[in-house]
């Protein structure tokens, strides 16, 4: 069964502090894998894509990483601020179809 | 920029009623997805539409739920029984091609079945 199993479910930052967030999972065959954010009773909103042959794409204070053989992908943001607080969910594609992570809650605090 | 619209953003009704949920994909965009997330969990597929046919659905997408193109620029979702288990968030999204591109979501409709 395709899954995606995102760690932590949550966690409370500092402002200015950077954390790290990571996804594994079992989908397969692997097409892409993206880290969404969503915010608070809004549509998620991509942030980075990767294809199989990429293992590192940053988007501003956004940097995600794909293992493809561990089939592992982590998601770091830099120097936080207090509008990064969100949900963010890692999705991986098969063919046409997406895999959604349960997502992990970042709160930043001022 | 544009962007996927959804109406309304939330809608109420009474259990076995029929609902119609409605988008606007972005112009351009040739597929397009709905997808539902009950409050508190993870983001599940519905449906994929392309060509003016479905191509993939999950195992939620019954027989109570169907799809629509009307019109070229609107994309509905159809909800012919409500139950109170499809109370949820449910979103549209699209995409202009291929795997590798990115899906736009619009920002929901907030679905309460009473």
């Known amino acids: 069964k395709n899954q995606v199993e995102q760690s932590p479910q949550s966690l409370i930052i500092l402002e200015g502090k950077n954390c790290t967030l990571q996804c594994n999972y079992t989908v397969s065959p692997f097409s892409n894998l993206r880290w969404y954010k969503q915010d608070t009773g809004r549509g998620p909103v991509s942030l980075t894509i990767m294809t199989f042959s990429e293992n590192t794409k940053s988007n501003g204070r956004y940097t995600a990483t794909l293992d493809a053989d561990t089939k592992q992908s982590s998601l770091h943001i830099t120097a936080s601020q207090l509008s990064d607080s969100a949900s963010y969910i890692c999705?991986?594609?098969?063919?046409?179809?997406?895999?959604f992570g349960a997502g992990t809650t970042v709160t930043v605090r001022a | 920029e544009p962007e996927v619209t959804q109406t309304p953003s939330h809608q109420v009704t009474q259990m076995g009623q029929e609902v119609i949920l409605r988008c606007v994909p972005i112009?351009?965009?040739?597929?397009f997805y709905w997808y539902r997330q009950i409050l508190g969990q993870k983001v599940e597929f519905l449906v994929s539409f392309y060509n003016n046919e479905i191509s993939e659905k999950s195992e939620i997408f019954d027989d109570q739920f169907s799809v629509e193109r009307p019109d070229g620029s609107n994309f509905t979702l159809k909800i012919r029984s409500t139950k109170l288990e499809d109370s949820a968030m449910y979103f549209c999204?699209?995409?202009?091609?291929?795997?590798?591109?990115?899906?736009?979501f619009g920002p929901g409709t907030r679905l309460t079945v009473l």
């Open positions: 999705v991986v594609r098969n063919d046409y179809k997406l895999s």
């Open positions: 999204a699209s995409m202009r091609s291929g795997s590798t591109d990115t899906q736009y």
């Open positions: 112009s351009n965009h040739l597929y």
